[in-house]
């Protein structure tokens, strides 16, 4: 199994160079929210083993909020984001990226403040690559290529597959899947095997999977003996926090629904600055460390708890834990995503969000919030952040359809088939 991994290359622009970054960014596209994975700057499509990436200019419109309850809000610049998912570890990626896209890279990032043409390209960008805080993946160990051959796997056999000829089930079975076996004996498909876990990949994910609930469990005495204090401060912060959450900008908003529904996945990158204090920055990044073991050990087989159309998800610092980006890929519309989470894991969203400026009042952290479905979508509309350039490895394919594509393969590596299992996998195509 190869695991998945993230990057998220974050560098200041330099003021004077923003007109010519934008339009830099706009000529990677063929058209609003489409890009030409072949572009001329960054042609994405030649590194086989990244599923989605994004550039995106962090501009947040909504830091002097903060002025309205009379805080001041920090001087940061504009940043701009390279962001990606991708088979094995990022480094390895970013290092392919550096060798293929040289020039374009170099292009591309002459336009933040601190990068000289000078600079060795590799490890620039590992110097800029934030750490992620927590992290989401689908289906992990399910890779680009395996994607893209069990694709073309089920068009192979949907255009072989017979219709009405009463044949019995088993029996069209055994055809087909004799014709795969050919067909990959000759050369003609590829059906590669799952590559063996990294070792040290296997031996973090399992100190993980054990450390985490120990030390959960050691502390519980100290856990019991804070929980009051914990609640007082929780309830003192939640009565006196501000909530500002004005209704979002008409022409930001028809800016991005431009950019959306190009495909049948979307990206969504939003923005924001975290509650100031000591008490809603540690509770934040308790939440996203449980979080991200939660993710990795309960929910990476196809569900966020029960939202089933995230591809990947990521929750990252910066500005020094002052603000957080958020980052997904999604199946479906803005609206359907967005409706998704008020209905079926509103609790998670308050658990983190609640601990970002502005957020819809929330009750003992999970109660109230995003349930409050307009002030929540005015919040994440305004925290919204348009993504210049997005690029996806499988375009057109969603979580349905890949799950459905792996189904297909399975029934091919499946050693015999009765009747019920033939007939349904026969439906699958």
């Known amino acids: 199994m190869t695991p998945q991994s993230h990057f998220n290359v974050v560098a200041a622009v330099a003021p004077d160079r923003e007109a010519s970054l934008r339009a830099l960014l706009a000529s990677m596209n063929v058209g609003p929210g489409e890009v030409d994975p072949y572009n001329a700057v960054m042609p994405f499509a030649r ?3 990244l599923h989605f990436a994004r550039l995106v200019l962090l501009d947040d419109t ?27 570890p990022a480094l390895r990626l970013l290092a392919e990226a550096s060798d293929r896209f040289g020039d374009g890279l170099r292009r591309l990032l002459s336009h933040c403040e601190d990068f000289d043409e000078e600079d060795d390209l590799y490890e620039w960008l590992v110097a800029h690559d934030a750490p992620v805080s927590a992290r989401y993946v689908n289906v992990v160990g399910r890779t680009v290529r395996q994607i893209r051959e069990e694709d073309a796997l089920r068009k192979l056999l949907e255009a072989r597959v017979p219709r009405g000829t009463g044949e019995h089930p088993v029996v069209v079975c055994e055809r087909l899947r004799g014709y795969v076996r050919g067909e990959v004996d000759a050369g003609r498909l590829q059906l590669t095997p799952p590559a063996p876990t990294p070792l040290g990949w296997r031996v973090a994910d399992l100190l993980d999977a054990i450390v985490v609930p120990l030390v959960g469990l050691a502390l519980l005495p100290v856990v019991v003996v804070a929980a009051p204090v914990f609640a007082v401060l929780l309830r003192l912060h ?12 008409p022409a930001r908003v028809l800016e ?5 529904d190009r495909d049948l996945t979307n990206s969504f990158t939003a923005l924001g600055p975290v509650k100031p204090g000591w008490f809603r920055l540690a509770l934040l990044k308790l939440v996203l460390r449980l979080l991200d073991w939660s993710c ?33 890929n999604y199946d479906g519309s803005h609206e359907s995503y967005m409706d998704d989470f008020v209905n079926k894991v509103g609790w998670g969203l308050n ?3 609640s601990n970002g400026f502005g957020w819809p009042r929330t009750d003992w952290l ?17 925290h919204q952040l348009p993504t210049q350039v997005w690029y996806k490895a499988y375009p057109g394919l969603t979580l349905h359809d890949l799950d459905r594509n792996h189904r297909i393969r399975a029934g091919i590596d499946a050693p015999s088939m009765n009747d019920r299992q033939a007939l349904a996998w026969l439906k699958l195509l």
Request: positive net charge; glycine residues 8%; hydrophobic residues 40%.
């Open 238 to 249: 939640e009565t006196s926090d501000p909530e500002y959450g004005p209704r979002p900008d």
């Open 256 to 260: 991005m629904q431009h950019m959306e």
């Open 47 to 49: 590194l086989e083993r």
């Open 366 to 382: 999970v109660v109230g919030g995003a349930r409050r479905e307009m002030a929540f979508k005015h919040y994440q509309r305004r």
């Open 296 to 328: 990795r050990h309960v929910f990476a087989r196809g569900f966020l708890t029960r939202v089933q159309t995230i591809h990947f998800a990521r929750w990252v610092f910066i500005d020094g834990h002052r603000r957080v980006l958020f980052a997904s």
């Open 351 to 353: 658990l983190v969000f």
């Open 62 to 88: 909504t830091l002097h909020d903060l002025e309205v309850f009379r805080l001041r809000a920090p001087a940061v610049p504009l940043y701009l984001a390279w962001m990606g998912d991708c088979d094995g």
